[in-house]
């Protein structure tokens, strides 16, 4: 009979407890005890939980207070030379200190570097390692969370990151090689799998992502040898784990590598089962990722079934787990409170809860039980009416995408035509200055909001509070002598939830948080049908700005892969075909604005590169049809009508051919932090239209002066021609106040001023 697991469990909390008990903390207001109690509660809480879906054996150490990679720097003592002594006089001050930095009590600590966790849209805090660095087991947390699990009854098996995962996701200070530390730190692997075999573990899981990804030989080495160290561990039983994607050319040699199980994502690689049954030696314990921790839709039950009955088949020894693909961390928790979600969509839906429930159906079902059959049934009914409801297929989209031309995603005339007319029709200066399009969200803005959902304020007065924050922007940045304006987007909650709630085909959870870094969470929109606009969605608001000034009024507009990128995506159709439905409707509000008079318009990605596929061979294929819809969206308008896209976190190197094939006429990126490094991979491609590296780093309270965006600019100005130069910050100022904001715009106008008067 299989055993039915998952890999991690989301750690924030139904209700975000654990974020408040971290912000509590935070601010003083708790104390520690407190802190761990309530951390303590939420594993146990988490753990019972799974056990009540049908768990029979429960992740352990896949919790963390603030981030599992951090866990494993501190656990191996992996820590820069200058955090360590906070971090030995008191263990969470250290702790909070790499993740947040320090400001206090005389110390000045930086935080570490933060990344994403590889696609998703968890971000990770990156270990720094150096030449000869040392490790030593400082902290038993995951021995603590075994006892904790085991003491209450449960069957837990530990989580690791895997040695070679862990290297790979650390950076080396000083450029040297992290994969020579690999001998340093084994022996705290050693040390903790015989820790944890002592404890009475039978298994520990031991995460190595990397190996769905391309490997080099140095890389297979560092397996290699890495393995065969902890095969000579006196741990518990290895499950080597991966996932995020299929193993591909890597199956044989992961098959092979000395551990007592495998664990495979079949939801990312469907395909790979019969590859890895083939390679799998017999003694193997073979963990098949079923549920799909990346999504929200119920699994086809019916298909897993059948794959769990296959690998049975092929060996009937060998033992099978059913498991989630990856860590249940991506997905919301619970499917019950979503009482708001509208009722023909919410039997569609699984959440980690109902995720375990699921695989333990394919476990009843595989011996015949009654209620797991019934169940079988019940889940192949849902499935079949999420595929033939009509709330899902749109005909008249489906007919207009069918008819759509090439020709409709490219511009009239080329961007030297263009760029003439757009100069004789906006008659702006050399260097002209924008912003990327929110101001400061204060909370005054805030809490109308919140006050108007609430049913406290009116609509009526919403809308007229909105419009005096609006026009009183406008009245800022013409007083600043900005030359094309914004309107500020006080009316937008998060650039991509105003456009999803305007938008058929989009749904919204109450509780469903996933965890972003730390104590951030984001809801992701569920976008479960086909996309269409129903009515115009942001032309009054430009209209309104536009009517205020006889500057230019930018229109803004979240892009289509962006929507795409941030959102649970259906998974009954490719990615890029509900791309193209958000693209056209995003046209449609392009064509709008344009018919409105506004002349310029933005269009966001700042997701596009977040997009990018694990494998290299992946990328093209998704940029192609990445840009196709980027240009679907934009290219619609007459050549006098100017395009403006922005990208920040992105570096562009290796996607600047796709970035120019969107041909937006101004591109505006982030660049100020990287002292106008990013700019690079535009000067070497020659990149031909409008660029507005950013000089004003919007992350920071800190206010750039003067001659710091002047030294910038003029460092822009070495590299690319005046003609093609904008002046404007990295990114949109809704997090900073007012009075940084004004101060840093009257400074960053002053430098494009001064510019103009030098050429
Ligand atoms: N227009 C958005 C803003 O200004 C862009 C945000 C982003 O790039 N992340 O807030
Ligand atoms: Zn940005």
Request: net charge neutral; charged share 25%; aromatic share 8%.
């Amino acid at each position: 009979m299989s055993l039915v697991t998952y890999l991690g469990f989301p750690r924030i909390g139904l209700k975000r407890e654990l974020k408040r008990a971290l912000e509590s903390f935070w601010r003083g207001e708790s104390d520690a005890a407190a802190l761990q109690q309530a951390a303590s509660e939420l594993r146990l809480r988490h753990w019972r939980l799974a056990q009540d879906a049908g768990a029979d054996v429960v992740p352990v150490n896949d919790f963390s207070l603030y981030d599992h990679v951090l866990d494993h720097a501190v656990m191996f003592d992996a820590v820069p030379d200058s955090h360590r002594a906070v971090l030995d006089a008191d263990f969470l001050t250290g702790y909070f200190a790499l993740a947040r930095g320090l400001q206090k009590d005389g110390h000045d600590l930086r935080a570490l570097e933060m990344t994403k966790w590889f696609d998703t849209n968890y971000h990770y805090l990156v270990p720094e390692l150096r030449r000869g660095q040392t490790f030593r087991l400082r902290d038993d947390k995951p021995v603590r969370e075994f006892i904790q699990a085991r003491d209450a009854g449960l069957r837990p098996r530990p989580v690791l990151l895997g040695p070679v995962s862990f290297l790979l996701l650390a950076k080396t200070t000083d450029g040297s090689a992290r994969l020579a530390l690999l001998d340093a730190l084994l022996p705290c692997y050693v040390q903790l799998l015989a820790a944890l075999k002592q404890a009475g573990a039978e298994w520990v899981q031991i995460d190595e992502p990397f190996l769905v990804l391309d490997l080099d030989e140095d890389t297979r080495h560092a397996y290699e040898h890495a393995w065969e160290v902890l095969s000579r561990a006196d741990g518990p039983k290895r499950l080597l784990t991966t996932y995020f994607g299929a193993l591909g050319d890597n199956a044989a040699f992961a098959a092979r590598l000395p551990a007592n199980g495998l664990h495979i994502d079949l939801v990312r690689g469907p395909d790979q089962l019969d590859d890895v049954l083939r390679v799998l030696p017999s003694d193997r314990t073979l963990s098949l990722g079923l549920a799909d921790g990346r999504n929200v839709w119920r699994a086809d039950l019916d298909k897993a079934l059948l794959a769990s009955q296959r690998a049975h088949a092929q060996l009937p020894s060998r033992q099978i787990w059913l498991s989630s693909s990856c860590s249940l961390l991506h997905v919301p928790i619970d499917l019950a409170p979503e009482t708001a979600l509208p009722g023909a969509i919410r039997p569609w839906l699984s959440f980690a809860r109902q995720k375990i429930e699921e695989l333990r159906t394919i476990a009843d079902a595989q011996r015949n039980d009654a209620g797991a059959l019934a169940a079988l049934a019940a889940a192949r009914a849902a499935r079949a009416a999420r595929l033939l409801s009509p709330l899902v297929t749109r005909p008249g989209l489906r007919r207009r995408l069918e008819a759509l031309t090439a020709d409709q995603g490219t511009r009239k005339s080329p961007y030297a035509v263009r760029a003439e007319r757009q100069r004789e029709a906006l008659r702006l200066p050399l260097f002209p200055t924008t912003t990327i399009g929110s101001f400061p969200q204060t909370r005054a803005v805030r809490e109308a909001r919140a006050r108007n959902r609430a049913g406290l304020l009116s609509d009526a007065d919403y809308q007229a509070y909105l419009e005096k924050e609006t026009a009183a922007a406008v009245q800022t940045q013409e007083q600043l002598g900005i030359d094309v304006l914004v309107h500020g987007e006080f009316e937008r909650n998060d650039m991509v939830e105003y456009f999803g709630e305007q938008l058929d085909g989009y749904a919204f959870t109450r509780l469903g948080w996933v965890q972003s870094y730390g104590s951030r969470c984001v809801k992701p929109p569920i976008i479960y049908g086909d996309v269409t606009r129903p009515a115009a969605m942001t032309v009054q608001w430009s209209r309104y700005a536009q009517s205020l000034t006889i500057l230019p009024m930018k229109g803004m507009l979240t892009g289509p892969v962006t929507m795409l990128n941030w959102s649970f995506v259906r998974d009954d159709q490719p990615r890029a075909d509900t791309c193209r439905q958000i693209a056209l409707a995003l046209r449609d509000e392009v064509l709008d604005l344009e018919a409105a008079g506004i002349r310029i318009i933005q269009i966001d990605e700042p997701a596009l590169r977040e997009g990018l596929p694990l494998r290299r061979t992946d990328w093209a294929a998704y940029l192609q049809w990445a840009v196709e819809c980027f240009r679907l969206t934009a290219n619609g308008v007459a050549d006098e009508t100017q395009i403006h896209t922005h990208m920040c976190y992105s570096e562009f190197n290796d996607i600047i051919d796709a970035v120019a094939a969107m041909d937006a006429d101004v591109v505006s990126i982030e660049t100020s932090r990287s002292r106008m490094e990013l700019l690079d991979a535009f000067v070497r491609f020659r990149y031909p239209n409008g660029i507005g590296p950013g000089v004003y780093d919007i992350h920071s309270p800190r206010v750039p002066g003067k001659a710091e965006m002047l030294g910038l600019l003029r460092k822009a100005l070495d590299v690319l021609p005046a003609e093609q130069l904008w002046v404007n910050p990295d990114c949109g100022l809704k997090t900073r106040d007012w009075p940084e904001v004004r101060t840093a715009l009257a400074a960053m106008v002053s430098a494009a001023r001064e510019l103009r008067l030098g050429v």
